[in-house]
């Protein structure tokens, strides 16, 4: 039996402190939760090329623990983990955050609501993660290049948020990027501060969110009944 390829990424990832993280140029990282773990167990050559993975979410972290025996921190781009840490960061060295993520109504508002919350934060641009074709995105990507940002930040769901920042990095961003899921979407809803802090206590955050977003629900069903055995099938198959 050996670790997949997914759990040593990870568990190479939980190697380096969060300011390593943000001073390595040239990275580009994503995070996984049980839901999106199974859609990475379909496309391990793509996330096997990020360059670190988080555990999204105690359910992973205990699992991480539970079936290897390893002990990983959660790390979350969300209020509750890693982006305010990237934004307290930004703003006490000047560095600056280009945004992929959302409907474009809805990263102009987060743009703003960021700005209130934290207004020495340069931003370099943003822009909604909806293209119309291969062609645009890959001149979108030239762009972020030519801008040179230090952070970017990609919420375009599962799968084309990681295609897409790999194919930054493939253009020659020399930044450092990180996907986000939804967290501009509930950013833009004047919910930065999504989970109240009982919930993030308590470790119920995908409970909160199944009672928050009614659409989630399906997904995080779906996840506890098939994580639990593709995980443990992944250990013994690799």
């Not at 999106?36 to 555990?55: H, P, Q, R, V, W």
């Not at 992929?100 to 703003?112: G, R």
């Not at 919930?199 to 119920?204: F, G, H, S």
Request: hydrophobic fraction near 40%; charged fraction near 25%; glycine fraction near 8%.
């Amino acid at each position: 039996m050996k670790n997949s390829i997914l759990v040593n990424k990870i568990l190479s990832t939980e190697f380096y402190s969060v300011n390593q993280i943000f001073e390595t140029k040239g990275k580009v990282y994503t995070y996984l939760n049980p839901v999106s773990y199974l859609t990475a167990l379909d496309n391990k050559e793509l996330f096997g090329k990020m360059d670190g993975i988080f555990a999204d979410g105690d359910l992973l972290v205990k699992a991480i623990k539970m079936v290897y025996g390893k002990q990983v921190t959660r790390r979350s781009f969300d209020m509750t983990s890693m982006a305010p840490e990237l934004f307290s960061y930004a703003e006490e060295h000047g560095k600056t955050i280009y945004i992929v993520a959302s409907k474009q109504e809805q990263v102009e508002k987060a743009v703003e609501i960021f700005r209130e919350r934290y207004p020495k934060v340069k931003f370099a641009g943003y822009r909604n993660g909806y293209f119309a074709s291969e062609q645009e995105m890959d001149e979108e990507a030239k762009h972020i290049v030519k801008l040179n940002s230090d952070f970017l930040i990609v919420g375009m769901g599962a799968l084309m948020q990681e295609k897409f920042l790999l194919k930054v990095k493939d253009a020659g961003y020399q930044g450092v990027g990180f996907t986000c899921g939804g967290f501009i979407h509930q950013t833009s809803r004047n919910e930065i501060d999504y989970y109240p802090a009982w919930v993030d206590k308590t470790n119920l955050r995908f409970v909160y969110r199944m009672w928050k977003e009614p659409h989630t629900r399906k997904r995080y069903v779906m996840a506890g009944l098939l994580f639990p055995a593709r995980f443990i099938v992944e250990k013994i198959f690799g």
